[in-house]
Structures are given as C-alpha cells and as structure tokens.
C-alpha cells in the first residue's frame, strides 16, 4: 500500500500602482466642437438632395403614365361586359344579368360595377340593382413641405476632459507546490514579483532514498527599467549526475544594445565525465 501528500498553493496580491495610458480626449472635443455646425450643413444638404431626387422621380412618373392613359384612351372605347339573367328553380328566384364596364385605358380595371336585382316571383320580395363607380386608377401630385426634411444635430456639450486611463500595474504572484511519498519528496516554489523590478525566481529540489533521483534547481530572472531595459537570467541546477549554471545578460538602451551569456556543464557518467 501506498501513500502520498499533495500540496499545491497559489497566491495573488494586488499591486496599489496604476499604468497611465495618455488619450488625447480634450482635442478630440474641440474638433467636434469646431465642426459640428459644418456637419449639420452637409446632412441638411443631403437630404434635400435627397427629397429632391424622390420629387423629380416621381412627377416625371405621374407624367408618363398620364400620357399613357390619354393614348391608350383614345385608340380604345370603354368595354361592357355583362352575365345573363338567370331563375334559380323551385325558390323562384330571378336574377337579372350583372354588368361590368371597363375603363378606356386598360380592359382590365373595371369602372363601374352594376349588380344584378333579385325578385323572387309570385312575391313582393324585390332587391334592386345598385351601381358601384370605381375611382379612376391616377397617382396624386406629390406636395411635400420644404421644411419637412430639416436635419438638426443635438447640441454638443463638451464633458469633463479625461486624458489619462489608468490601468492597474501587475501584482505579486506566488505559486507552491510539494508531494511527498515513501519514495521521493519534492518542493517547488515559484514568483513572479513586480516592484521596483520585475523579478521572476524559482526554486525546486527533491530528497529522496535514490540518489539519482535528488536535485536542486534555482533560477532568477529580473527587468530592470531604469535608463533602459535590462534582462538578467541566472540559473544552476545540481544533481548526482548532472550539474550546470547558467548567468545571462540582455542591455538595451537608446544608443546600444549588449548581451553576455556564460554556461557550463558538468556530466558525470561511467563512460563521459567532464
């Protein structure tokens, strides 16, 4: 039977310094400001543009089309088209024919409609015939008020000036975690730490009855900001078998740039040992 123990912890603090972003908002409000009678002037522009265009489109289309029902009026004679009479039997009821008569124009719309009259023989039941005048198919003249169209745009207050946006700055991360068994027992911890640099450490080592199995590995890496950037990396690791350390530097400035780097190995094995 075996057993073990788990830990793992990670931790977050909050950093109490703020990243100023500069928005150049208060230029932005002073060209609306300085513009916004001129951008009222091009939309009320546009749409009289635009209603004249709809105006003329459709007075040159009420036009066409009553030049059209005069042609068409004088080369054809309205039409009458009419239905026979009929007695529906055993009821005794006449109907007299249904007359429809068509416009000069078009055969298709009618103009009027007469409907037939109903009698029912050897009664004094009568329903007379009534006439329906359908108005003439014609469009309207198309009036619209000048004013109808008047674009305005809202008046335009300029509101407190922002010119900065804050963003919080990173905080400290801390993470941990260790397992222990009968065999092995292994700890590791790691930050990333944002102060006056930004500090990134870790460290993880085991302990344990096989001696190849036992290590220590550490490591740091910083960013210093000041007059520049700058990386600087270190880092070793021991272990029966294999050891080593690592120390690099990065510089970046205006002028120049410069980076060194230093490694070395150390392997042990019964064949190759350096």
Known sequence: KQSFDLNINAKYKKNKEKHSIAIPLGAFYKFISQNINSFSGHLQNIGDNALDF?????????????KYKVEKSLNRLPRTFQTPGYIIPIFNIEVSPLTIETSAFSHVIPKSISTPNVTILDSSFYVPSYTLALPSLELPVFHVPRNLLKVSLPDFKELKTINNIFIPAMGNITYEFSFKSTIITLNTNAGLYNQSDIVAHILSSSSSVIDALQYKLEGTSSLTRK?????????????????????????LTKKNMEASSTTTADVQTPILRT
């Not at 003329?56 to 009420?62: I, P, Q, T, V």
């Open 54 to 66: 709809l105006t003329k489109s459709y007075n040159e289309a009420k036009i066409k089309f009553d």
């Open 227 to 251: 007059r520049g950037l700058k990386l600087a990396t270190t880092l070793s690791l021991n272990n029966k078998f294999l050891g080593g350390t690592h120390d690099s530097t990065i510089s």
